[in-house]
Antibody, heavy 118, light 110 residues
Framework: QLQLQESGPGLVKPSETLSLTCTVSGGSISNYFTWVRQPPGKGLEWIGYVYYSGTTNYNPSLKSRVTISVDTSKTQFSLKLTSVTAADTAVYYC?????????????WGQGTTVTVSS | QSVLTQPPSASGTPGQRVTISCSGSRSNIGSNYVYWYQQLPGAAPKLLIYRNNQRPSGVPDRFSGSKSGTSASLAVSGLRSGDEASYSCAAWDDSLNAWVFGGGTKLTVL
């Protein structure tokens, strides 16, 4: 059974870069993997995806600040979000994405809380 | 502001049937499948319905989904206290080239 585990700092200072890693276990990394976030008390927001080949696609509203990459040798994929502000405070989830014509975003990590504060 | 529109709250008594709506546009719900997620308090979202009306294995048939035009709905029948959660809809948006979500509906079992 595929499992996803997010890791990274829980506190980031304003204007700095948020960096998170998702470790894939119990299944193949040969899929699309997505980052989704949820600000406190708000709805879910798609950040972007990476394919195991390295192909990426980002939310237009975050595109200028986001980089998602994959390391197949470590079965990990990563999120970098630059120039963060308090508005980037959220729970960040890594998700397996089987595509919008298939099973969609079907396996979710437990999430990791990131707070942007000085 | 979420691209897909859901009511912020819904409620029902045990045993009742409740429906939650999700409204979008031609570029998302009108052109693509709808997905529903259940998020229990303090937990990660869980896939509840895929491709408009399909249930993953393990999801009870008390949960059903439907879609018509640019709107979709999730129905929960035989309501139980354990169904108290937030329910979110999602769809791919061809114009944004992105997944879009509803703002979530908090279901309360009275």
């Amino acid at each position: 059974q595929l499992q996803l585990q997010e890791s990274g700092p829980g506190l980031v200072k304003p204007s700095e870069t948020l960096s998170l890693t998702c470790t894939v276990s119990g299944g193949s990394i040969s899929n699309y993997f997505t980052w989704v976030r949820q600000p406190p008390g708000k709805g879910l927001e798609w950040i972007g995806y990476v394919y195991y080949s390295g192909t990426t696609n980002y939310n237009p509203s975050l595109k200028s600040r986001v980089t998602i990459s994959v390391d197949t040798s470590k079965t990990q994929f990563s999120l970098k979000l630059t120039s963060v502000t308090a508005a980037d405070t959220a729970v960040y989830y890594c998700v397996r994405d089987l595509g919008s014509s298939s099973y969609g975003m079907d396996v979710w990590g437990q999430g990791t809380t990131v707070t942007v504060s000085s | 502001q979420s691209v897909l529109t859901q009511p912020p709250s819904a409620s029902g008594t045990p045993g009742q049937r409740v429906t939650i709506s999700c409204s979008g546009s031609r570029s998302n719900i009108g052109s693509n499948y709808v997905y529903w997620y259940q998020q229990l308090p303090g937990a990660a979202p869980k896939l509840l319905i895929y491709r408009n009306n399909q249930r993953p294995s393990g999801v009870p048939d008390r949960f059903s989904g439907s879609k018509s035009g640019t709107s979709a709905s999730l129905a929960v029948s035989g309501l139980r206290s354990g169904d108290e959660a937030s329910y979110s809809c999602a769809a791919w948006d061809d114009s944004l080239n992105a997944w879009v979500f509803g703002g979530g509906t908090k279901l309360t079992v009275l």
